[in-house]
């Protein structure tokens, strides 16, 4: 199911020492993270009880957003209204339910949970992914949202399924692995030669990744990927190899692969392909 954001209690309540200049400056960067979160298509609830939370020491929430209150005007008042009053009410239990949870809100910086920035969000979902139970689709939709910069192949989810065992044993390695993707091969792509930025990732991610080598291999290789203009054909060689699982005690040595492209392509700039994650092609 897939993750979700919520203005919660905790990140509503205001320290000690709060004052009427740090409210505002706090709540219009409320403000701005809020709209790139829409932006980017993340669903954003509130806890039921939102409205009548103590916002500032003496005052709720819903006073701040229909009343006059030190700093905040008219314009900022309705952005405010307008962010919290379209949300969905709902509760931290039902959300936890479904998915990844990122709390919203003033204060509270500090919680494991709590959402400050675009790029928090995403390391937060990709953290709370490694701990996935559940099906194929629903592992793939929870990826497309934890990692945007990815395009999944047309062989999404069913490749999935060709794991040698339970896929949520495999989940946790099969995250670690997208993480390091994402976020160590574009300092690898800097390297001078295709080898050389295998090796760099190689090292720097703990999993082996090579070029296929055999030019015979090129079409089993070759993927799908929906585009604006309808479908595109194009090679993912680079792989990951995964020769473990995250079950406790399990020894086997498997022969698992995540197949991708992070080469640049007219119809995906800027974007990893992801051709295939399961058995050895």
């Given at each position: 199911?897939p993750?979700s954001?919520i203005?919660?209690?905790?990140?509503?309540?205001?320290?000690?020492?709060?004052?009427?200049?740090?409210?505002?400056?706090?709540?219009?960067?409320?403000?701005i993270?809020?709209?790139?979160?829409?932006?980017?298509?993340y669903a954003?609830?509130?806890?039921?009880?939102?409205?009548y939370?103590?916002?500032?020491?003496?005052?709720?929430?819903?006073?701040?957003?229909?009343?006059?209150?030190?700093?905040?005007?008219?314009?900022?008042?309705?952005l405010?209204?307008l962010?919290?009053?379209?949300?969905?009410?709902?509760?931290?239990?039902?959300?936890?339910?479904?998915?990844?949870?990122?709390?919203?809100?003033?204060?509270?910086?500090?919680?494991?949970?709590?959402?400050?920035?675009l790029d928090r969000?995403?390391?937060?979902?990709?953290?709370?992914?490694?701990?996935?139970?559940?099906?194929?689709?629903?592992?793939?939709?929870e990826c497309?949202?934890a990692?945007?910069n990815?395009?999944?192949?047309?062989?999404?989810p069913d490749?999935?399924g060709?794991?040698n065992?339970?896929?949520?044993?495999f989940?946790?390695?099969?995250v670690?692995?997208?993480?390091?993707?994402?976020?160590?091969?574009?300092e690898?792509?800097?390297?001078?030669?295709?080898?050389?930025?295998?090796?760099?990732?190689?090292?720097?991610s703990?999993?082996?990744t090579?070029?296929e080598?055999?030019?015979?291999r090129?079409?089993?290789?070759?993927?799908?990927?929906?585009?604006?203009?309808?479908?595109v054909?194009?090679?993912?060689?680079?792989?990951?190899?995964?020769?473990?699982?995250?079950?406790?005690?399990?020894?086997?040595y498997?022969?698992?692969?995540?197949?991708?492209?992070?080469?640049?392509?007219a119809?995906?700039?800027?974007?990893?392909?992801i051709?295939?994650?399961g058995?050895?092609?």
């Amino acid at each position: 199911m897939p993750a979700s954001l919520i203005h919660s209690l905790e990140r509503y309540d205001p320290p000690p020492d709060a004052t009427s200049e740090a409210l505002v400056g706090r709540l219009e960067a409320l403000l701005i993270l809020d709209g790139e979160l829409r932006e980017a298509g993340y669903a954003i609830h509130k806890d039921e009880y939102l409205y009548y939370a103590e916002v500032f020491p003496g005052i709720a929430l819903y006073q701040i957003l229909y009343e006059s209150h030190e700093g905040i005007g008219r314009d900022m008042q309705l952005l405010l209204r307008l962010a919290i009053d379209r949300t969905v009410s709902t509760t931290m239990t039902e959300l936890e339910t479904v998915g990844a949870v990122g709390e919203l809100g003033p204060w509270s910086e500090e919680g494991a949970r709590s959402i400050n920035a675009l790029d928090r969000w995403i390391a937060v979902m990709r953290e709370q992914l490694k701990t996935y139970q559940g099906d194929r689709d629903g592992f793939l939709l929870e990826c497309l949202q934890a990692f945007p910069n990815f395009v999944f192949s047309q062989r999404f989810p069913d490749c999935l399924g060709t794991f040698n065992g339970n896929l949520n044993d495999f989940v946790a390695v099969i995250v670690s692995a997208l993480i390091s993707l994402a976020d160590d091969m574009p300092e690898c792509m800097e390297q001078t030669t295709t080898h050389a930025c295998m090796k760099a990732f190689t090292a720097m991610s703990g999993y082996e990744t090579s070029m296929e080598g055999d030019a015979d291999r090129k079409d089993a290789l070759t993927f799908q990927f929906e585009c604006k203009d309808g479908t595109v054909r194009i090679l993912c060689e680079p792989h990951i190899k995964l020769h473990c699982s995250a079950r406790a005690g399990d020894a086997e040595y498997y022969f698992h692969r995540i197949y991708f492209s992070s080469a640049e392509h007219a119809e995906f700039e800027g974007k990893t392909l992801i051709g295939h994650i399961g058995e050895h092609l």
